[in-house]
């Protein structure tokens, strides 16, 4: 493979420069979106992307290090979709769309396209992806748990020129802020959009100007072949071999049944092929996931394992899958999808973990609590005259694995997002948080256990609000690997006037009325363990009971680590019998 | 007192490697320098050393300022105090779940470990609302209680953190009088004295920072107080804050956490100084060393300062710092080819051991300074290894075998390639500190220091389109040259969280003539001389809705409220390019800089008088040849610094050597040296 490099045409140095020139370019636009933005999911949750794209085919040329995970790969079918529509471009000209359909994830993500010209020509695309906080629809925020229709979900657009030449379309505007919520705020979320854009233009044309179009246009080529190379060199140390894994989203939230991810992995040489096509049909509620978003969480997942491969198109040629049509992740129009940017994702990325550890132990993890744990909270605020949406996301363990145990409270496989400080929501909303706490023996069992979910309380303090959930793992906690135990589930519980409430689908519900006073509990999932629990080391699960990660009798029911007392001591000689009593039987 | 006539004032800084340290005589002029090893286990013994190998004696000393690593590195090595946590019930768990974060971006594996471990946090019951109201009065028999078991647990240090009290303290001052009474030492912190603004868990961990090597700096700087004064030393030992200030030593340990990244710091502060005599009051500073390299900006002399510290993952410390932005790449830095054949350089060290190849101790694989010899820019007779002598064959193979070959070049082609990755990274960082904040890179001046900044600094220059290099007397000491200049400086935050259009305008002045009042009440404490007390003022603000604040400076106390909107919207424009007349102003925080102006010290005599030569020529050491980017290998005349005529002129291509580092001068580039001892170099022939 070296004498192949050796023999292109590229000094390495001009390469490399304007490989980290492009990265920089997407750098800044990532930047400038977050620290000019209103939405919180954008600006504290950093749910959003920027990239560059092929003025053709919209492939992926470049992308934000910083940006959203569940955002690799999809952009490129949003931009090839605005591509094939666009007509009469001119500079300063921007798209926007959210049609989930057309190379998206769910509404809430709505991305600006922009043609790049270089001298009065194409020479690419570039775009950016903002979650915004809400776009309509039956539930303030957008997760719907009940939606079974797309128009249900709120306001779907196809790709416009919102900016024309540099001008905003006064009309179009007015649709949209005129279907959303709390539209007085999203005209900033809008300018910081384009404006990104903006800035990205300008620093791509002194690239341009510096190392000339043919230069740039040729370096894009070869580091497309050069990525495609180094994700082959990766794949080639998996065994050969054909790795089954699976995983289940609790229920689509309009009926009560698992749906399910069946996941085989071929590995032949330096490919990898994916087939998904067992997986359930198509559901009646919005956990169904678009073709975009199934292919983006095989890409997230496989970057989770081999972080150090650079993102561009060719990182994804040695990726095959399937369409896994007539099954729920390839859904097309009118399916609900507002679950599967935040969930389904989420699962897909699990099953390829899942599958992948049987086949390189020493690499990968038990599965990470894997849920975006959104919970939104829309009212009105008698005292400050206004209505308001609050998000919650969550986080929770991660998964042992060979190097170690999991973290707690970690952010979602998808997004990398920060929680946003008790005290910034206390300051926006009338709400107080009366807990907020580890989920003590949340992580599962194993040699290396599972990180630790996380718990909270809120209580609504004047008003009335509305709580809506789109949550999983209530039912199966995140599987352990190699004889390691799952991870603890999520629960929700609402107090209402006094009486306890559980939604019927556990982690699903929508438009729960609350009023002052009533809380609303969540607790979420630890990770898997790794490894036989038995194998840990004694010590160690002494330190977690004295830390109250886990009791004394979780000690001893999970690990065979006998300990009592006060403060706890180690009881070795009954440990010694107990695991090697436990090991004797089938 | 420090600026006694009747001796010298030392700075002494203490690096990774090296303790170094500069003393100035105010009268007579005379500089004295010296670079010491540093001694890990306990830094006093490297300061006592110093001051020995400069032929200084303590007892005749006027002052000495010290900047330590001491705080840093407990805290990267987690040798810290055992610390105790009381805060609000239902929240003892914030410092352990942090964020919601992951180590990097993509991968799921790696560790954290919070400051405090969960059985030393107890809870107390006790509420405050966001708006400072109390929802729960506080148990005052739990914090006993909480601090009683704290004190059998062995706890050496306590915090006390509380939800919302940066906009009402009270809850936590009556927890932190109960818990005084009983601890058996001083080291009690509370959450809102350490930083009163809001987001628990950057305050709470700012805090736990401060209690956890509070023992730690106390311990140290008073042994070594002890050391120096049984030594004779007879005036105020002053310590090197992050701010770029420095504070007494009898007060540092109050808040330890405030001396955390003093180095990166007086390094600012000294090129700052150096600038603004100069006449170069708008620097970007490149300190390259070892391992990493620093970037930092001033503006009209004054640093940028920020609170956005992460020291190491899930650890941020927000209390004001100069903002330094770190990149992994030094001299130590190893170049080699990644799968798809592609040339990197860093982040991988040689560190000091193995070291580059160069320096004999066992090195294998090529790094930024072996390209750098063997192109001819460091001298080969000043680095290949005396004890275990290296040949230029050795580097040239090692060249060749990881990174040639699998490029198709020779020895020399990868050397190139690999010094102009490597500054091509190193420009990046810069970009990312000026483009990326909205400032263009061609209005400054580049500070080049450190031993490996002169080498690459005119290269960097060309390549961001800066037209101005100023390399510094010392480059090498320029941190010790830091603590010698730096004043005393204090930095005070408090939030307040208010739309522009009913912000009591009264209150933004109490608040900043609080903040003022403070400041002069802490350098009265001192004891300090001052020539004069200067005041900085700054406002975050942000648009309502937005999360993000854009820092803007006040010009005083009496700012009014059309002020704040217009500077607001000025700083915005810049930024972003967006005006939204649509959405109210915001005044998140106000930020109040409380500067003691020490007396000014004579720079000129940096670079002593003799031993001068009459004309440039005279300072010819050699001419050897030595590979540019701009026309391969070039005869080229090297030159000693310390020879070098007051005023001299000169043409690049050139090499110029003094004792700890080497400066390169490019094709093209013209240099003169000015007054106070600095090289000013003229990019591509600009004039000056």
Known sequence: ???????????????????????????????????????????????????????????????????????????????????????????????????????????????????????????????????????????????????????????????????????????????????????????????????????????????????????????????????????????????????????????????????VIRLTVRKEGTELYFDLSKSSPPCRGPMNSVIATTRSSIYLAIKHIFPEVPINAGTFDPLHIEDPKGTFLYAEYPRPVSGCAAEVSQRIAEAVFNALVQAMPDKLFAAPAGTSGNLALGGYDPERKRSYIMYVISGGGYGGSAVGDGISNGCSTIGI?????????????????????????????????????????????????????????????????????????????????????????????????????????????????????????????????????????????????????????????????????????? | MTGDASGSI??????????????????????????????????????????????????????????????????????????????????????????????????????????????????????????????????????????KALIALDCEAVVIHFLHSYINGAHERRAGEIVRGMWPNSYVTLGSAILSEYREYERGVTAAVNASVQPVLHRYIERLGNELKAKGFRHELLVMQGNGGTVSSRIVAEAAVNTVMSGPASGVM???????????????????????????????????????????????????????????????????????????VGPESAGAKPGPICYGRGGTRPTITDANLFLGRLNPKGLLAVDSPVSMQTIADALKREVGVKLGLDAEGSAAAIIRVANDKMAGAVRMVSL?????????????????????????????????????????????????????????????????????????????????????????????AVEAIEVLHEADMQFQGQSHILTVSLPGVDVTREALVKAFADTYWKRFEVSLPEIRPVLVNLHTAVIGRRPTLPLDALLPSEGRAATVEGALVERRKVWFSEGGWQETAVYRREKLPPGAKFAGPAIVEQLDCTIVIEPGDRVEADKYGNLVVSIGGQST
């Open chain 1, 1 to 259: 493979m070296n004498d192949v490099a050796a023999k292109t045409k590229f000094d390495p140095v001009t390469l490399a420069v304007i490989e980290n020139g492009l990265q920089q370019v997407c750098n800044e636009m990532d930047l400038a979106f977050v620290r000019a933005a209103f939405s919180p999911v954008i600006s504290e949750a950093l749910d959003r992307s920027d990239g560059i794209y092929h003025r053709s085919t919209g492939e992926l040329i470049a992308q934000g290090e910083l940006g959203l995970p569940v955002f690799v790969g999809t952009m490129q079918f949003g931009a090839k979709a605005v591509i094939d529509r666009a007509k009469n471009l001119k500079p300063g000209d921007v798209y926007i769309v959210n049609d989930p359909y057309l190379g998206g994830t769910h509404l809430m993500d709505v991305r600006f396209v922009k043609p790049f010209f270089y001298k009065g020509e194409l020479f690419c695309w570039l775009s950016n992806t903002g979650h915004w906080p809400d776009t309509g629809g039956m539930v303030p925020g957008g997760f719907s748990a009940n939606a079974t229709e797309v128009e249900q979900e709120g306001l779907r657009l196809p790709p416009v020129k919102l900016f024309k030449e540099g001008v905003m379309d006064e009309e179009i505007l007015s649709i949209i802020l005129s279907n959303i919520r709390i539209a007085d705020q999203r005209i900033g979320d809008i300018k910081g959009q384009a404006a990104a854009l903006a800035i990205g233009e300008k620093r791509l044309t002194d690239l341009l100007d510096r190392y000339g179009k043919d230069t740039v246009e040729d370096a894009i080529g070869e580091l497309k072949a050069r990525a495609a190379r180094l994700m082959r060199a990766r794949i080639a140390t998996i065994p050969d071999g054909t790795y089954y894994g699976e995983s289940y989203v609790d229920s689509d939230g309009v009926v009560d049944e698992p749906l």
């Open chain 1, 417 to 586: 997002s920060k929680t946003t400080p008790i005290e910034v929501m206390e300051q926006y909303y009338p709400v107080l948080f009366e807990e907020y706490s580890l989920h003590e023996g949340s992580g599962g069992a194993g040699r290396t256990r599972g990180g630790f979910g996380v718990n909270y309380r809120i209580k609504l303090r004047r008003g009335q609000a509305r709580a809506s959930m789109v949550m999983d793992h209530g039912r199966t906690g995140p599987r352990g690997a190699l004889g390691g135990n799952d991870g603890g589930l999520n629960t929700v519980r609402v107090q209402r006037s006094g009486k306890e409430y559980t939604p019927p689908h556990l982690s699903k519900d929508q438009n729960i009325e609350i009023g002052p006073g009533d809380t609303v509990s969540v607790s979420t999932p630890g990770g898997g363990g790794f490894g036989d629990p038995l194998a840990r080391a004694p010590d160690l699960v002494l330190a977690d009971v004295q830390r109250g990660y886990y009791s004394a009798q979780q000690a001893q029911a999970k690990f065979g680590v006998v300990i009592a007392g006060t403060p706890p001591a180690l009881d070795r000689t009954a440990t010694e019998r107990l695991r090697a009593g436990a090991t004797a039987r089938p």
């Open chain 2, 10 to 147: 030392v700075g002494v800084d203490v690096g990774g490697t090296f303790t170094d340290l500069i003393a100035i005589d105010p009268v007579t002029r005379g500089v004295r320098v010296a670079k010491v090893p540093t001694t890990v286990e306990n830094q006093a013994f490297g300061v006592l050393g110093a001051i020995a190998a400069s032929g200084g004696d303590p007892a005749t000393l006027s002052g000495i300022v010290h900047g330590t690593t001491t705080t840093t590195n407990a805290l990267l090595e987690r040798k810290i105090a055992k610390c105790g946590l009381i805060t609000t019930r239902g929240f003892r768990d914030s410092l352990e779940l942090g964020r919601r974060t992951r180590p990097t971006p993509y991968g799921l594996t790696g560790q954290f470990r919070p400051l405090i471990p969960r059985e030393l946090r107890l809870e107390v019951p006790e509420r405050m609302d966001a708006d400072g109201n109390v929802v729960l009065p506080l148990d005052e028999a739990a914090v006993a209680a909480a601090a």
């Open chain 2, 270 to 344: 000294a090129a700052a100084y150096t600038g603004r005599q100069a006449g170069y009051p708008d620097l970007i500073t490149y300190d390259m060393g070892g391992t990493s390299s620093d970037v930092g900006l001033i503006l009209g002399g004054v640093p940028r300062v920020s609170a956005e510290l992460e020291l190491e993952y899930a650890m941020p410390i927000h209390v004001p710092m100069v903002d330094v932005h770190t990149i992994g790449a030094g001299g130590g830095s190893i170049a080699h080819i990644d799968d798809s054949g592609m040339l990197r």
């Open chain 2, 436 to 528: 990326a904040k909205g400032h263009d890179p061609r209005d400054f001046a580049l500070f080049a220091f450190g031993g490996a900044g002169p080498l690459h600094a005119a290269a960097l220059a060309r390549e961001l389109g800066i037209p101005r290099l100023l390399i510094p007397a010392r480059p090498g000491i320029t941190n010790a040259l830091g603590c010698v200049v730096a004043d005393l400086r204090h930095d005070y935050v408090n939030t307040i969280n208010k739309p522009l259009p009913v912000l009591d305008m009264d209150l933004v002045k109490r608040t900043l003539e609080a903040q003022i009042a403070e400041g002069r009440a802490t350098i009265a404490r001192e004891g300090v």
